[in-house]
């Protein structure tokens, strides 16, 4: 085999090695080490670094070296624009006779005084760093075929850096948008929890009221396997269900007495008035408006504010409807003392059909049975709830209703 070819076998394996080092999943500067030991190798030198534009003008930094001792960043000037008179990737002869005047201040300007080569590294018309080699130990001059081969490492190496400056500035974007969203989402949320605060702070009789029902539809929601975005959307309709309240005269809202005609009218219109309030804000979920707005209506369409039958009543709808409901019943009003659980649960038993989706009232109580099994890693339900009934009904409710629904 002639010299010649291998030379070029030899020159095609150091790009293959080179190749592979690049792309390795390694940090990216022990990755750039192992390329350097890769150059150095394929050159037959001991003494190398590789250097990356810094923030600085005419500012180098060292990503890697190896036999030059101790050295850091480089300056090339205040300005680098004589690196602009250099010829892109291609490796610049530092100890050469008759070498041109921006190679002699490029020499003058290197702290490494070993150096012999310099291959500025350039994607397109940005200038990101270099290849600083030193002698090789034959001290026999670096010939054409290798500083050729020099060329096509520094174009490939170029790449490779651009590439990774990139992606570690789009990283740093996607850190800093990500932050600020988080920001954004608990600001909003907590806005959306003083809102129903001061929703709750109006009805003496319903204090947390809103927290419960966002909960509660949060908690069937998940049983019914709905996404994460979704289930967001409904827990802030748990939250803004009721601000239509705030309109409402107190009178009517604490009335220990029973409710007029002319009271339960003003009462009906909660709903109406909170969408009216909430149709002013582009939520990014689907469905908060029609959540809030018919989260009194019942499958048999004698509800309000619209009457609306089953079929045109969401799965949010449903399921804020059973929270809001179960959440009332289980909680002292002005007019009554709250029901214990075994009769809030039957009401909604009773009520499948004709008032509630009898899947969701299911999921309901196939939460229950969860948090009282302890297979939940955060119980939403049980903690507001009177602790003094008996778990083992959720258990014969859930049969009998999965019975039914199968019929």
């Avoid at 005419?58 to 890697?64: R, S, T």
């Avoid at 499958?299 to 179960?326: H, M, N, T, W």
């Avoid at 989706?357 to 309901?364: C, H, L, P």
Wanted: with cysteine.
């Amino acid at each position: 085999m002639s010299a010649e070819i291998q030379r070029v076998l030899y020159n095609i394996s150091a790009l293959s090695d080179l190749g592979r080092e690049i792309t390795s999943e390694k940090d990216f500067y022990d990755r750039i080490k192992s390329v350097l030991y890769v150059i150095l190798g394929t050159f037959l030198t001991n003494k190398g670094a590789i250097l990356i534009t810094g923030e600085k003008r005419g500012e180098l930094l060292q990503a890697a070296q190896k036999g030059f001792g101790k050295t850091g960043s480089q300056r090339i000037g205040n300005s680098s624009d004589f690196i602009r008179r250099l010829k892109k990737n291609r490796p610049c002869l530092l100890n050469a006779t008759g070498a041109s005047a921006e190679i002699r201040l490029l020499r003058s300007a290197l702290s490494y005084s070993a150096a012999e080569i310099f291959t500025p590294l350039w994607v397109n018309d940005q200038f990101i760093g270099a290849i600083v080699l030193g002698a090789k130990f034959s001290k026999e001059p670096y010939g054409k075929t290798e500083l050729e081969l020099l060329h096509i490492i520094a174009t490939q190496l170029a790449v490779s850096l651009n590439n990774y400056a990139l992606f570690t500035r789009l990283t740093e974007q996607l850190d800093e948008n990500t932050k600020l969203y988080e920001d954004m989402r608990r600001i909003y949320h907590e806005t959306i929890q003083a809102f129903a605060a001061a929703i709750d702070a109006k009805d003496a009789y319903t204090k947390n009221h809103s927290h419960r029902v966002a909960k509660y539809s949060v908690a069937i929601a998940r049983e019914l396997g709905w996404n994460d975005h979704d289930v967001e959307g409904i827990y802030v309709a748990g939250y803004l269900h009721d601000v239509g309240k705030l309109i409402l005269s107190n009178n009517v809202l604490n009335k220990k007495d029973a409710l007029s005609d002319k009271d339960v009218k003003e009462l009906h219109s909660h709903s109406l008035l909170s969408y009216t309030i909430i149709s002013k804000i582009r939520f990014p979920w689907k469905g908060v408006l029609h959540m809030i707005k018919h989260h009194h209506e019942r499958l048999d369409g004698a509800g309000y504010p619209e009457e609306l039958p089953g079929e045109r009543l969401s799965e949010g709808v449903k399921i804020l409807s059973i929270a809001d409901a179960f959440d009332a019943m289980t909680s002292d009003r002005p007019y009554r003392r709250k029901l214990p659980v075994e009769n809030a649960l039957n009401e909604l038993k009773k009520c499948v059909d004709t008032q509630f989706d009898g899947n969701i009232v299911a999921a309901f109580c196939g939460v229950l049975e969860k948090e009282i099994k302890g297979e939940l890693p955060e119980p939403n339900i049980l903690p507001h709830l009177d602790q003094e009934f008996d778990p083992s009904m959720i258990t014969g409710m859930l049969e009998a209703l999965t019975q039914e629904l199968k019929k």
